[in-house]
């Protein structure tokens, strides 16, 4: 923090209107395995000061990864100098006022993370995959690090954090599985279970075979609902919505579906939950569609004043960011979304691209287990399909939810989600006819 | 930054590592962004760290630092260290294999250099496209630069310095009409100083893209689902190339490495030698092209690059390779490793990915259409994890009879499979575009700077809807 000071006194003495400086240390590692082998393990110390400043409603960011006194005093100058060069941002209307008390939120730091042995966790999940499959593929990540915050309006902030992830890809013969999760808070039996289901998925996978295009019914996996949900969330950031990319744009309080989706950044062990965002606003929870109304769009300071909103504190000092996503029944029914006449369950998906952001018009290809499924059970595995769909079509034909729940996030949709199986009533599949 | 690389190599020389490679990398980097006239945010900085791979007995271990202090870095090879030798019984024996001593040092060319250039001309460029075209609805801009230092050692004796640097381009934009819109994004890179910008002609470039959507959507129709002749762009034959004609050819994705995050490959040693596509079609990975944005003369494992034909006369003719799986899968190296920071790990990538081109004129192959589409460039795409089955949706493009380009066509969609694609091109044009892209691969995922093209091509008798 002394030395957060002292930038910020050499920014006053530059006539800096406002600034928002961030330090963050970072130990991290991680042990990558495939084909049932560790093929790689990585550990990174990390060290980064980001500095926001408004020059004259001219805005810059510098990133500064060498601390000695000369370099920062340069990465400094070289900043306001660049600034002075551009310029004004017209639509700004600067940074979220202190001071601010800050609560902690629970369960984001636990000191036996550190001491989780990676090996040790990686060889049991790959152990356990054993049980059904014959080979698996992955990571697992831990870290642990400290961010502090000081801006020009009064706002001091410190914390701590640890966290972890895991991934596996399960693999039998030409089927797999895929399972992960991502937490705050070390538990054991997570690593085992994850494996066991990405395992079992790779079993039921065998002999694949391709089904014809259509509408079907549709239970979206886990990972395949955080895609879905990282896409609404993310459509949900004023940044998106005023640049013309949103499907959400003029949907403010109308309904799409049934059911409810927050933004929270105080989710006890949520794996990007926040004391303050990144100008120092004390974080919340923002029910984005509440039973299907969209409520509000997601905003730092500037963006909620501009638009004369409520900040939900998700400050991006430009973008807004989504922290934590949580969805609830709203309207719906929470049960087995497997009792379904006929359908398809696709457990993973992944390339989602849009056609037409402002319409949702959009596809999405699954990877790994894909099954048809006849009178609630699962009836033969299926390869080769894509989603090809609109998301506000989705998002008005989720029928059901299931009661499981598990936080993660995947590979391409890193918002951490509190994810549940999903049925979708007559999601269009598509395929290549050659 | 070069003495603690040197300090770090010895570090890990004296802790009896078998193999090791330390990569030092200095980039200075400026960014801006332009949302409907309104400057939202410059950046400047200068990325500053090294990265460290090494063996021992075949467990690889990979550590990244930013922090200078020699004590502190000992502590972390020391712990680094630790880890490696706990993963040495889980491992997969991996090996780095012979490669020859390389001692190299390169700069790429700036007739103006970066850094002499104020954030004031780049946003002149950006100003006058964005007044060119206000009456678009949505206009988003993204223009950065950088200049990469990069200076790479390893424990056979190479030693390599190089400094890289590239501009480039993003934009998306929505055009709205009614009830109707349409969405273009395109995306324009290469190696060089400030002087690449202006050879974008990103005015002219986004006007008459602009002209052309709006064209579409005016008088553009919507296809009916049939097979018929599909000419494709040079923008579209680079995103067709790069995910079906570079992607399967990564060994790393061949060996399964890859496979829970970038996936895996329907391709393996025994597709070597055989007929994938028309024997007109020959696909090249180059990262010594000038100017490509994939540009690089030694990759990040200090071996010399190279052109590689991973598709040569439509028979699958070599892999991309690292110097592990070279190892791994017996065959011999071409120089394919890169790592798009100095904390991310070295994997097999692409560079500049093209089709060579034909011997038609353009003309020649809209000509010998009787009923077809031309897709100029393209919005939406997708490929599965194994390169099979892929999508390619329309931008701008156009429904050809008897050999006329006839009326617009709203968003065609072509959804194929690797071999259907490359079997059913008949026609190749002789000029060649490159586009960029920013390719992702890794976890953490690394993006990484790449051109991608080749020449106008017509597939004959394909599904299109």
């Known amino acids: 923090m002394k030395t957060l000071k002292e930038i910020a006194n050499k920014l006053e003495k530059l006539n800096v209107d406002e600034y928002a400086i961030s330090y963050n240390e970072e130990e991290a590692s991680q042990v990558k395995f495939a084909n049932s082998k560790i093929v790689k393990n990585g550990y990174e110390l990390s060290k980064d000061i980001g500095i926001f400043i408004n020059y004259k409603k001219r805005l810059g960011v510098t990133s500064i990864k060498s601390f000695s006194e000369k370099d920062i005093d340069n990465s400094i100058n070289a900043l306001v100098n660049f600034v002075k060069k551009t310029e004004q941002n017209k639509e700004f209307k600067g940074l979220s006022e202190g001071p601010f008390k800050y609560k902690e939120v629970d369960n984001c730091f636990d000191k036996k993370i550190e001491d989780v042995d990676e090996e040790e966790a990686v060889s049991e999940g790959m152990k356990a995959c054993e049980e059904y499959a014959e080979k698996a593929a992955g990571i697992f990540d831990k870290y642990h690090g400290k961010s502090y915050l000081l801006t020009s309006h009064n706002v001091e902030g410190q914390e701590e954090y640890t966290k972890y992830y895991y991934t596996i890809k399960a693999i039998k013969n030409e089927g797999s599985g895929y399972d992960t999760f991502c937490s705050r808070i070390y538990d054991k039996k997570l690593v085992k279970e994850t494996a066991l289901k990405a395992s079992k998925i790779a079993n039921d996978s065998q002999k694949p075979v391709e089904i014809d295009e259509g509408k079907y019914d549709v239970v979206f996996g886990m990972p395949v609902t955080n895609i879905l949900l990282n896409e609404v969330v993310g459509h949900s950031c004023m940044f998106n919505v005023e640049s013309g990319l949103s499907f959400l744009a003029d949907k403010l309080n109308k309904k799409i579906g049934k059911i409810t989706i927050k933004d929270d950044a105080r989710l006890e062990n949520g794996f990007n939950s926040y004391k303050f965002d990144d100008e120092g606003s004390p974080s919340g929870t923002t029910t984005i569609l509440d039973k299907g109304v969209l409520k509000t769009y997601l905003h730092n300071y500037s963006s909620a004043k501009r638009n004369n909103m409520i900040n939900t504190g998700n400050a991006g000092l430009i973008m807004q960011r989504s922290s934590n996503i949580v969805f609830e029944k709203g309207e719906l029914e929470e049960g087995n979304v497997k009792d379904i006449e006929k359908g398809l369950y696709v457990t993973n998906s992944w390339y989602t691209r849009f056609q037409n952001y402002r319409t949702g018009d959009f596809s999405t290809i699954p990877r790994d287990g894909m099954f048809l499924i006849k009178k609630g059970k699962i009836e033969k595995a299926v390869k080769n399909m894509r989603i090809t769909d609109n998301m506000l079509n989705l998002l008005n034909n989720i029928e059901r939810i299931g009661k499981e729940v598990k936080q993660m996030k995947t590979w391409e949709a890193d918002i951490p989600t509190m994810s549940r199986e999903i049925l979708i009533k007559d999601v269009n599949i598509t395929k290549p006819k050659i | ?465």
């Open chain 2, 1 to 465: 930054m070069e003495e603690i690389a040197e300090y770090i190599l010895n570090l890990l020389k004296e802790n009896k590592a078998g193999y090791c490679e330390v990569r030092a990398e200095k980039v200075k980097s400026s960014a801006f962004v332009l949302k409907n006239s309104n400057l939202e945010l410059g950046e400047t900085s200068v990325n500053v760290g090294i990265g460290a791979r090494y063996t021992i007995n075949g467990s690889l271990g990979f550590l990244a630092v930013n922090d200078f202090n020699k004590e502190k870095i000992k502590e972390l090879v020391e712990k680094s260290i630790r880890l490696t030798k706990k993963c040495q019984k889980k491992s997969d024996n991996v090996s780095f294999g012979e490669s020859d001593i390389n001692i190299q040092d390169y700069k790429v060319k700036q007739n103006i250099n970066l850094e002499s250039v104020d954030a004031s001309d780049y946003l002149k460029t950006l100003n006058e496209v964005d007044n060119s075209i206000k009456d678009v609805d949505g206009r988003y801009f993204q223009l950065s630069s950088e200049v990469a230092n990069k200076y790479f050692i390893n424990s056979d004796g190479s030693k390599i310095k190089a400094e890289i640097p590239r501009v480039g381009v993003f934009y998306l934009l929505t055009l709205v009409e009614g009830s109707k819109s349409l969405n273009r994004k395109g995306e324009l890179g290469m190696t060089g100083g400030f002087e690449v910008l202006n050879s974008f002609k990103l005015n002219e470039r986004v006007v008459n893209e602009v002209n052309a959507l709006k064209n579409t959507l005016n008088r553009g129709v919507k296809l009916k689902s049939e097979a018929m002749d599909v000419v494709c762009g040079p923008e579209v034959v680079g995103i067709a190339v790069h995910e079906s004609g570079g992607h399967p050819y990564e060994a790393d994705r061949i060996c399964g490495r890859e496979s829970a995050q970038a996936g895996e490959s329907f391709l393996n040693k025994d597709y070597l030698g055989k007929q994938l596509g028309n024997e007109k079609v020959t696909i090249v990975d180059d990262p010594t092209i000038e100017s490509g944005y994939g540009y690089f003369l030694y990759d990040d494992e200090g071996v010399k690059a190279k052109r590689k034909f991973l598709m040569k006369d439509g028979v699958v003719n070599d892999f991309l390779h690292n110097r592990e799986t070279a190892v791994a899968m017996g065959m011999k190296n071409n120089g394919s490793a890169r790592a798009s920071d100095y904390n991310k790990e070295v994997l097999v990538r692409m560079s500049n990915t093209l089709m060579l081109p034909g011997d038609h004129e353009d003309e020649e192959i809209i000509k010998d259409v009787k009923k077809g589409v031309y897709i100029k460039n393209f919005m939406e795409w997708n490929i599965d994890d194994k390169r099979w089955q892929q999508k390619y949706v329309g931008s701008e493009a156009y429904l050809i009879e008897k050999g006329e380009i006839v009326k617009p066509v709203i968003n065609p969609v072509l959804e194929i499979t690797t071999p259907a694609l490359y079997k059913a091109i008949d026609a190749i044009g002789k000029k060649i575009e490159l586009h960029a892209g920013s390719c992702g691969k890794g976890e953490p995922m690394q993006g990484i700077p790449v051109s991608m093209g080749g020449p106008m091509i017509r597939l004959r008798n394909v599904h299109i809807k």
